[in-house]
């Protein structure tokens, strides 16, 4: 593996660190904030001592090619993407924005801890859902599934009237049919792609008083991506995001305890393709600047 391309962790001389996140370095300059997406990457709550190849490109292009293909639903907070020497292709300038303190998720299938929720009470954030659901299965209509922000852990799977009761319930309102919105015509461009996106992960903050899209978008971070081709409802699903380190974390039955393990060569770089083919097949390009 070409260590050479892996980035773990930025400094910018002149900019103020604003926070070292478990993927981007954020960064400030008094006006705005710059997003480097490095290529850490966490598995059961640790950041992992190996980076992926790539792996913060691939999330900022993926993130600047959701941003356009949904700019007529949602102002967002991008600004530019002329960053200081050595950052290019991972790193974005975006608007300050007041974050809306819960995440908006949308789920099209039954998987990860919807599955969970499902297999324990028949429902997902309070949701009546149908009996008899395998896991994988599509659900007859996407749903909103909001959670808390953690600060450090996962984060944790909310009532629509909880999401309500933290940020009002009109202010929920919007941010759960913007969130539907989105997903499904997300969800209806990547099938058409070969890629199924059964669920993911959306930020939002305000910006001049508008609802706007921020931080990672439809990447295989905040997202599961499945290919269509081997969709088979009835278990788990071979992806495209990092479910390949966690099989392997869960083979080699590390107790998700500190130190967290480092990956061999092959399974890093083998991630590293996985979300690779995600951005390729998506967009339909290479990987700008890709090695």
């Not at 709550?45 to 993130?63: C, F």
């Not at 984060?155 to 319930?169: K, R, W």
């Not at 499945?226 to 992806?239: D, I, M, N, R, V």
Request: glycine share 8%; aromatic share 10%; net charge negative.
């Amino acid at each position: 593996m070409n260590t050479s391309n892996v980035v773990l962790e930025t400094h910018v001389p002149g900019l103020k660190l604003r926070a070292r996140g478990k993927v981007r370095d954020i960064y400030d300059d008094g006006q705005r904030l710059l997003f480097v997406a490095t290529d850490r990457i966490s598995a059961f709550d640790y950041i992992l001592a190996t980076g992926i190849p790539e792996k913060g490109r691939v999330l900022t292009e993926m993130t600047l090619f959701w941003l356009d293909f949904l700019r007529d639903m949602a102002p967002n907070h991008y600004l530019s993407s002329d960053v200081p020497p050595g950052l290019e292709g991972r790193a974005m300038w975006v608007k300050r924005a007041d974050m809306i303190e819960i995440e908006c998720v949308a789920r099209g299938y039954i998987s990860g801890s919807g599955w969970k929720d499902y297999q324990r009470t028949g429902a997902v954030c309070g949701i009546p859902l149908p009996a008899g659901l395998r896991e994988s299965d599509a659900l007859p209509e996407p749903i909103f599934t909001p959670a808390t922000k953690a600060q450090s852990g996962h984060d944790e799977n909310i009532s629509f009237e909880q999401a309500a009761a933290i940020v009002g319930g009109d202010l929920a309102a919007r941010l759960r049919d913007l969130t539907l919105a989105i997903y499904k015509r997300a969800a209806d461009y990547a099938r058409e792609r070969g890629i199924i996106i059964a669920d993911t992960k959306f930020e939002f903050g305000i910006v001049d008083g508008e609802i706007t899209l921020a931080d990672e978008v439809l990447t295989p971070d905040s997202s599961r991506f499945w290919p269509l081709e081997t969709y088979s409802p009835g278990g788990a699903q071979p992806s495209y995001d990092k479910q390949f380190v966690r099989d392997y974390l869960e083979s080699i039955h590390w107790n998700k305890q500190p130190p967290a393990p480092a990956l061999p060569a092959e399974i890093a770089q083998r991630t590293s393709e996985k979300y690779k083919d995600a951005y390729r097949a998506l967009t339909g390009r290479e990987l700008p600047g890709a090695r």
